[in-house]
């Protein structure tokens, strides 16, 4: 009890990375979702994978963003990238497609007060398809807390968590597997559920779009073995 007063009095700093490859029409909207939180967010940084378009020419006009410019080298290598340079313990992700509710980091660091065993974090969310119809996630309901049995409920389809609703301690030394072309994200969950607790929230407030390009998987035209697969392979007699 004395240690979650501790983490209640003191100020809650988040960094935000935000992984970047050419979405010149998307990173604005996705960065003002940012700077509108009610609770605002200590660092956001924006690590540009290589884009060809516009795309960091619109991250430039925000002054409080920090952009991190690098070689192509895939979406994991730009999140590993933003986990290396971020300066606080807990850092949240967003994908330059997708959007915040403004009680998104309100909501995390509810989480984390009430749940400071946890090594992880996150909310539901919403979808919205190429004709702005909002779907909500397959989801606990009303639910606050640690996930007991996340595999259980992972394997469900449940909107547990992805690549941005989630709050991930610095400490624990996170790192998506780099290299992977679908999935890679899921690979981490697992591993972050192997290690320690999930503390979630089934308030729907991040926003995945649907349509949005340059998904993950989507622009690769050979087969794609997603990496929960390979991983299930990998470990299947750990």
């Known amino acids: 009890i004395f240690y979650i007063w501790i983490i209640r009095a003191k100020k809650m700093n988040f960094s935000v990375v935000i992984p970047l490859y050419n979405k010149e029409k998307e990173i604005e909207n996705t960065l003002k979702s940012v700077l509108n ?22 991250v430039k006009k925000f002054k409080d963003v ?16 933003g986990i290396k340079e971020a300066r606080n313990e807990y850092i949240c992700f967003l994908d330059a497609d997708d959007l915040w509710e403004e009680d998104f980091l309100e909501e995390i ?16 969310h919403k979808m919205i398809d190429e004709n702005g119809k909002v779907i909500n ?6 639910f606050f807390g640690i996930v007991d049995n996340f595999f ?13 609703s989630v709050c991930i301690k610095k400490s624990i030394k996170p790192f998506f597997p780099e290299g992977e072309k679908k999935g890679e994200d899921i690979c981490l969950w697992i ?15 991040s926003i995945y779009k649907l349509n949005a390009l340059n998904r993950s998987g989507d622009i690769h035209k050979e087969p794609i073995i997603p990496c929960q697969l390979k991983w299930i392979y990998q470990n299947r007699d750990r």
């Open 37 to 58: 939180q009610t609770y605002k967010a200590d660092e956001i940084i924006v690590v540009d994978d290589g884009s060809t378009d516009n795309s960091k020419e619109v």
């Open 66 to 81: 920090k952009l991190i410019e690098q070689k192509n080298c895939g979406v994991s290598c730009a999140r590993n990238r």
């Open 109 to 124: 660091k509810r989480l984390i007060e009430s749940f400071p065993q946890a090594i992880f974090y996150s909310t539901s």
């Open 137 to 142: 996630a397959k989801t606990l309901y009303n």
């Open 152 to 164: 259980e409920i992972f394997n469900n389809n449940y909107g547990l968590i992805n690549s941005s």
């Open 191 to 205: 591993e972050l559920a192997k290690k320690g607790k999930l503390a979630h929230s089934s308030k729907a407030l």
